[in-house]
Every structure is written in structure tokens, then in C-alpha cells.
């Protein structure tokens, strides 16, 4: 069965578009009970926020909801280190991004490509990266990749002693497939990384600067970016120890680390705020304020499933849709909203539907390295689903079946 047409119109509809007032799309604060939220409700992020601080899941949290453009909920919670001294989380801690920087960078950074006629979802990565193309790997496409659905393993190899961006991506071309080519769903930041190097094949420049220059720096993101520099680690939030030694500022992601830091799967460094402004020109269909990142058809295709007909796991280009990585949907918001979470604690999800945004940033290796996000996720997004009282009952709005 296709999609149904009607319904993506709909959705398409959601994203308001760059006419009148461009201005007017800036995020400012707005309150609760005027964009349709309960506010009583909202309060019962807190208690669920400091029960994970108890259970040691979580050492504090940032937390933002926004709705139509404007923010209805920003609170922080808890701490952002406690060696050599305790200090308090605040609005403008930095985190590392983790796995977020697939959405935010790498995807973004294809779409504008793709735009541009520079490359097309539907060509091998080999067309661009010959020597990708051996061991079965030669028809993968940039759609596949974008979707996990190359075939490729998670991961590379972290057992034997590697070192340096130029051998990874040569690690990579050596890759067998797990998988045939869109047979089955397999996470995989091999994908990523390679995106991340088809970047930089296709512009003569590199991830993190391309980024910069067509993403971050038009939005006006002061606090994102790759390798950060080192009068911003009073303000990034650690990860963990390694050899001895806390991570601050250096990248979690063990791969992207022997990478030198720049990677399209991981190494992406930004607060809360920065990351609303980039998620609220998603929500927008591209645009923020008067600046266009993205075109509202590509912004669609991000944002709905572009994965093999009748697989299980519905992926956009980059985005989680609905898969067993899902889980910051909670249980309320409805299929074919989207977003995604980053292994150290960061997560995103956009509602287009109710025209949502939260964030929920913690560190929570720093707890412990069992610490967990996933379910106090679950939950804080069921309480702010559950917190809009306003919503339309058509049922076409919410129909969704790929």
C-alpha cells in the first residue's frame, strides 16, 4: 500500500512557511496556558527529573518544551560536575552530542547538498568514493546510508590499536555487509562517518567546517560546533573517565575520538537553546527567523519514512521515526513525529502534529557508566504530550501508515 498521500499533505501543512514577517519566527518565551499547555501539568517534569537524580541515573538535566515558536518550559536541574568542584548545570551548559550529531551535521549537511544538485539520494556512495565500493559494497546507496539500511556492521573494529581519520575511512572501505542493501535495519555509524566523508569529497571542505558555515554560524549557534575551544570547557558538562583521565571538552564517542574528533556519526558539541533554534527551523520546514537552511519538500523527506516498504523499523533521512531506538517519543506523541537521542544523554523530539519541540539534555555517564536516560525520556515526553489540551480530534491528522 503507498503512503497515504493526504495525510503527508497534511503533515506538509504543519510547517509554517517563510512569508510576512520572518522575524516572527524567533523563539521567545510564551506562556503555557496560551499555547494550549497545562501548565499544573508541566510541573510533573520536576518530580520525575529529581527521582532520576536520586537513583543516580542522571546527575541534572536540562529540559526545554516549545511550542508554535515559542518556549513554554526551560528548567534546569542538578549538577554539571562535582570534581574538583561542584558546580550547578545551567542553561548554557555544553554537551556532547553524541549520536545527535548525525541529525544535526552530517544529515542536514546531505540535504543541503542534495539541493544543490551536488549529489542524489539515489547514488551509490561508490560514485563519489570508488574505492568504498569493494566487497559487495559497490550499490549502496547515499538513501541507504541516511536510512541504516546499508547493510553495514555498527561499528568498526575498536579491539586492535587505529588511529587517525584517513585510516578509518580506509577501515570502512574495507567493510563486509552484515546485510544485503536494504534487507535489513542495522544502526551503523559507519554510514554516518562516510556521509561525513562524502561531505568533504563533494565541498573540498571538511565536516565540521561546511557545518559551520551553511548550518551553525546562519542560525546564529555561538555554542556548537566540533572541537571546542578551550575557554569553552568551564562550561561543557563531562562524560566519563578515560585512561585515567575525565572527558571535558574531548569527544565521548571512542571512534570519532580516534578520528581526531571530527566524524559525521558523533563529535558534535552545543546547549539546549542551540540545539531548539536548529530543531525549531526543522519544525518550520527550514527556516528560522529570516535565515533558510533547508527547503520545506527536503525537511519533508528528513522527516518521514524513506525506509524499504514493509520493513518494521521506519527511519526518515537521519531522523528516528519508529524503531526500538525510539524511545523519547514516549508514550503519547503520535507516529510521525521524530527526532533522536545521543548515547551520552542528549535527546531531541519534534511533534509536528501539535507543532512540539522538547529537549532533554543530561550527562548521565557521569552518574555512573550504567546510568540511563531511556526511561526518564519515556516519561517526560508522555508528560508533556499529555500537558497540551488543545488538540484537534480529526482523526486524518494523526493517521499514519507506511
Not at 279 to 299: E, H
Amino acid at each position: 500500500m503507498l503512503r497515504k498521500v493526504r495525510v503527508l499533505f497534511c503533515l506538509f501543512l504543519l510547517y509554517p512557511m517563510a512569508s510576512g514577517n520572518p522575524q516572527a519566527q524567533v523563539l521567545e518565551e510564551g506562556r503555557p496556558e496560551e499555547l494550549g499547555f497545562n501548565p499544573e501539568k508541566l510541573d510533573r517534569i520536576e518530580p520525575v527529573i529529581l527521582q532520576a537524580m536520586d537513583d543516580k541515573e542522571i546527575p541534572g538535566a536540562v529540559v526545554l518544551v516549545a511550542r508554535k515558536g515559542k518556549v513554554v518550559y526551560r528548567k534546569v536541574f542538578g549538577t554539571r560536575s562535582l570534581s574538583p568542584r561542584r558546580e550547578a548545570l545551567t542553561t548554557d551548559t555544553i554537551f556532547d552530542m553524541a549520536s545527535v550529531t548525525k541529525v544535526m551535521a552530517t544529515a542536514t549537511s546531505i540535504m543541503i547538498l542534495v539541493e544543490e544538485g551536488k549529489i542524489s539520494l539515489k547514488d551509490p556512495l561508490s560514485k563519489y568514493i570508488p574505492e568504498f565500493g569493494n566487497r559487495g559494497k559497490k550499490n549502496i546507496t547515499i538513501l541507504q546510508m541516511l536510512t541504516h539500511y546499508s547493510g553495514l556492521r555498527p561499528d568498526l573494529d575498536l579491539d586492535f590499536e587505529w588511529e587517525g581519520y584517513e585510516t578509518a575511512i580506509e577501515l570502512a572501505c574495507r567493510e563486509r555487509l552484515e546485510a544485503l542493501p536494504g534487507e535489513e535495519f542495522i544502526y551503523s555509524d559507519i554510514n554516518f562517518f562516510m556521509l561525513g566523508e562524502l561531505v568533504r569529497v563533494v565541498t573540498g571542505e571538511t565536516l565540521d567546517q561546511f557545518a559551520k558555515k551553511r548550518i551553525f554560524e546562519p542560525l546564529g549557534l555561538k555554542d556548537t560546533g566540533y572541537l571546542p575551544d578551550s575557554e569553552l570547557v568551564p562550561r561543557i558538562a563531562p562524560t566519563e573517565k578515560r585512561d585515567g583521565k575525565m572527558l571535558r571538552g574531548e569527544v565521548h564517542d571512542p571512534t570519532t575520538f580516534r578520528m581526531g574528533g571530527v566524524a559525521g556519526h558523533a563529535g558534535l558539541f552545543s546547549t539546549a537553546s542551540d540545539t531548539l533554534v536548529w530543531a525549531q527551523m526543522i519544525l518550520q520546514g527550514g527556516v528560522y527567523g529570516d535565515t533558510r537552511i533547508l527547503s520545506p519538500m527536503s525537511v519533508l523527506k528528513m522527516s518521514t519514512p524513506q525506509t524499504p516498504y514493509g520493513k518494521g523499523d521506519w527511519r526518515g533521512l537521519g531522523f528516528d521515526i519508529e524503531t526500538r531506538f525510539s524511545t523519547n517519543r514516549g508514550d503519547l506523541f503520535p507516529v510521525g513525529s521524530f527526532g533522536h537521542t545521543g548515547f551520552t544523554g542528549t535527546s531531541v523530539w519534534i511533534d509536528p502534529f501539535s507543532e512540539t519541540v522538547l529537549i532533554l539534555f543530561t550527562s548521565r555517564l557521569y552518574a555512573t557508566r550504567e546510568g540511563t536516560a531511556v526511561f526518564l525520556r519515556r516519561k517526560v515526553a508522555s508528560i508533556v504530550a499529555a500537558a497540551i489540551e488543545d488538540m484537534p480530534l480529526e482523526r486524518d491528522h494523526y493517521y499514519y501508515r507506511y
